[in-house]
């Protein structure tokens, strides 16, 4: 292996240790409502990005679905903490 890709290999894998470590900051920052947060705040942006015209998207899924995703992820997430809190009221 060559020092040009052994260099590349290791960025490569940087490039994989920033994602998650940007995830594991967010998940300290929000903690248990970390899923509910991040689908939220995907959704807002993808769909932002879209309503500006940008169509290459850097996700494992790719446009409508990943909106479509994240927006279902959020909406289920919106439901369990509001089955919960009312759960906890009834207490």
Do not use: N
């Not at 879209?50 to 479509?68: D, F, M, N």
Request: aromatic share 20%; net charge positive.
């Amino acid at each position: 292996m060559s020092e040009w890709d052994r260099e590349q290999q290791g960025k490569r894998y940087e490039g994989w240790a920033f994602t998650f470590c940007k995830a594991a900051f967010l998940v300290l920052i929000f903690q248990k409502y970390s899923l509910l947060a991040l689908s939220g705040l995907a959704t807002l942006f993808y769909l932002l990005a879209a309503a500006k015209g940008v169509r290459q998207w850097r996700c494992w899924a790719k446009p409508p679905w990943v909106t479509i995703f994240w927006g279902a992820v959020f909406a289920q997430q919106v439901w369990q903490h509001a089955a919960w809190q009312f759960a906890a009221s009834a207490r």
